[in-house]
T-cell receptor, first 112, second 114 residues
Framework: DVKVTQSSRYLVKRTGEKVFLECVQD?????MFWYRQDPGLGLRLIYF???????EKGDIPEGYSVSREKKERFSLILESASTNQTSMYLC???????????FGQGTRLTVV | GQNIDQPTEMTATEGAIVQINCTYQ??????LFWYQQHAGEAPTFLSY????GLEETGRFSSFLSRSKGYSYLLLKELQMKDSASYLC???????????????FGSGTRLSIRP
């Protein structure tokens, strides 16, 4: 079975902190994605990566950056956390084309 | 750009059939997915369509018309456990891009009543 693991289920951080969300997949997938999910807005794509060290902006990249130093790991970085970044963050991975994405369990981040 | 529309909420009766529609606009269509998401959980994959027509998996079927930018998810013999959100998603691979991305609609919250 494909497994996508996010490092934390729940996080509480203070405004202005630098926050790292980690995601690891064990199926040698080329593509990895970071989404945030908010009520009424669905899943919105923040960043995605299609290979090691390769990344592309999604629909809402402002205030975020990403790192993909190894194929299995994709990190989302909040440079200076703000209260409007309180959300559920979901990581997903997939093969390059024509297959579905598999999701991690999500990280509920609260910025106070 | 891309746009995916689906109804916000639907209600259906246990044992009945429900159809959830999805319309989309993308610059580089490369497949359409349906996911199920129960409250507080991650989305789980239900179906995938890349060619026109109907795909069936047990009680669930998904239909795609690429020329119309339209899909639907059909759920038969509804059970209480089918109460969840259903997410329509499109794989978009624009000509100018190096990679495909998966874009989601806002989801349809389906409530099943006894």
């Amino acid at each position: 079975d494909v497994k996508v693991t996010q490092s934390s289920r729940y996080l509480v951080k203070r405004t202005g902190e630098k926050v790292f969300l980690e995601c690891v997949q064990d199926m040698d997938h080329e593509n990895m994605f970071w989404y945030r999910q908010d009520p009424g807005l669905g899943l919105r794509l923040i960043y995605f990566s299609y290979d090691v060290k390769m990344k592309e902006k999604g629909d809402i990249p402002e205030g975020y950056s990403v790192s993909r130093e190894k194929k299995e790991r994709f990190s989302l970085i909040l440079e200076s956390a703000s209260t409007n970044q309180t959300s559920m963050y979901l990581c997903a991975s997939s093969k390059r084309t024509n297959t579905e994405a598999f999701f991690g369990q999500g990280t509920r981040l609260t910025v106070v | 750009g891309q746009n995916i529309d689906q109804p916000t909420e639907m209600t259906a009766t246990e044992g009945a059939i429900v159809q959830i529609n999805c319309t989309y606009q993308t610059s580089g269509f490369n497949g359409l997915f349906w996911y199920q998401q129960h409250a507080g959980e991650a989305p789980t994959f239900l179906s995938y369509n890349v060619l026109d027509g109907l795909e069936e998996t047990g009680r669930f079927s998904s239909f795609l018309s690429r020329s119309k930018g339209y899909s639907y998810l059909l759920l038969k013999e509804l059970q209480m456990k089918d109460s969840a959100s259903y997410l329509c998603a499109v794989r978009d691979f624009p000509l100018y891009s190096s990679a495909s991305k998966i874009i989601f609609g806002s989801g349809t919250r389906l409530s099943i009543r006894p």
